[in-house]
């Protein structure tokens, strides 16, 4: 008798053919994604409640990728991101952010974010809006000075207020003037070290500067410190020269001076420089405060040497 062959159904068969083409596309996907890699311009950043930062695609491997990304924080009460990859502080912890490429949800990275606590008691912030009132000897007489009302900022007017930035902290909002406005400047190659000078920042406690300064020196991973233009010359970093009156050698020197006040806030004047001929900054701008105890400033007098 003749053995009968069973026919396998060809349904079965090509059932067989799909899956296997399913598993041989997922591999070649699997290799892919761990070739392909995200590069961003920065891979940690430490800011203060309230304070932005502008995440920035690089570079993508392989380059047909193109740059468009999606932007997820994983701890939105500690800082959220936009769709445009805005990071902005919300309170104190630590967060990540998971960067994928559109193309290809795959090759991902990760930005990790720190928000520093904050020292200072919500109830009664430290800052001085009026200056005390010192009592003189009754015999002693003192004349009157009416000085001359400086050309400062005027507050923002009513129908610009929501779309102001306001800051929880000054600390914040002093690192957002730094990064928006001197970036470019601390970026250059020839700035591998950053000295800030925070002595006329009356509004800052010293645990303030330090958060600041810290800030600062995360942000642009490069050594920073707090020292005045006088010990910087002092110790030899700043030198002398008859070209560009004074160079910072292979540094950028911050410096941020707070002026008068009055009910509203007070003014300032904020400025970056490598050396005498060429310095970014402003000198007529105001920190105002309002009801919540947020800041925002508004900035004038711009220069450029």
Same mark, same amino acid.
């Given at each position: ?6 026919? !396998? ?9 799909? *899956? ?14 761990s070739k392909g890699k995200i590069i961003m311009n920065q891979s940690k950043i430490s800011l203060a409640p309230? =304070?932005?930062?502008?995440?920035? !695609? ?8 193109? &740059?468009? *990304? ?11 991101? =936009?769709?445009?990859? %805005?990071? &902005?502080?919300?309170? #104190?912890?630590k967060a990540k952010i998971v960067i994928a490429s559109k193309k290809n949800k795959r090759i991902k990275t990760? *930005? ?15 800052? /001085? ?11 002693? %007489? ?17 129908? =610009? ?21 001197? /970036? ?10 950053? #000295? ?16 600041? /300064? ?10 920073? *410190? ?26 950028a020197f911050i410096k941020i001076r707070e002026m008068e006040r009055d009910s509203s806030g007070f003014f ?20 105002? %405060? ?16």
């Amino acid at each position: 008798m003749k053995k009968q062959v069973k026919k !396998v159904p060809i349904c079965f068969i090509m059932m067989l053919a799909l *899956v296997f083409a399913c598993v041989l596309k997922n591999e070649v996907n699997i290799q892919a994604a761990s070739k392909g890699k995200i590069i961003m311009n920065q891979s940690k950043i430490s800011l203060a409640p309230g =304070s932005k930062f502008q995440l920035k !695609v690089k570079k993508i491997k392989p380059s047909k990728l193109g &740059r468009t *990304v999606t932007f997820k924080s994983n701890k939105k009460k500690v800082a959220v991101v =936009s769709k445009k990859g %805005v990071v &902005r502080a919300k309170k #104190a912890g630590k967060a990540k952010i998971v960067i994928a490429s559109k193309k290809n949800k795959r090759i991902k990275t990760t *930005v990790m974010v720190m928000v520093q606590e904050n020292k200072k008691e919500k109830k009664k912030p430290s800052y /001085t809006v009026n200056p005390p009132v010192t009592q003189k000897p009754e015999n002693s %007489v003192s004349p009157v000075i009416t000085p001359e009302p400086p050309e400062h900022p005027p507050a923002p007017s009513k129908e =610009s207020a929501d779309d102001i930035e306001t800051f929880d902290h000054l600390t914040g909002m002093y690192f957002d003037i730094i990064s928006k406005e001197f /970036t470019r400047v601390i970026n250059t190659g020839i700035v591998n070290r950053i #000295a800030i000078d925070l002595s006329e920042c009356t509004s800052l406690s010293d645990s303030d500067k330090q958060i600041l /300064t810290g800030l600062i020196s995360e942000t642009y991973e490069k050594e920073t *410190v707090q020292k005045t233009m006088d010990e910087l010359k002092a110790e030899g970093s700043v030198v002398e020269d008859d070209t560009y009156g004074f160079v910072f050698q292979g540094g950028a020197f911050i410096k941020i001076r707070e002026m008068e006040r009055d009910s509203s806030g007070f003014f300032f004047q904020i400025s970056c420089a490598v050396n005498g001929l060429s310095a970014d900054g402003f000198d007529h701008c105001k920190a105002f %405060v309002n009801r919540d105890n947020k800041w925002y400033y508004k900035l004038d007098g711009k220069f450029l040497s």
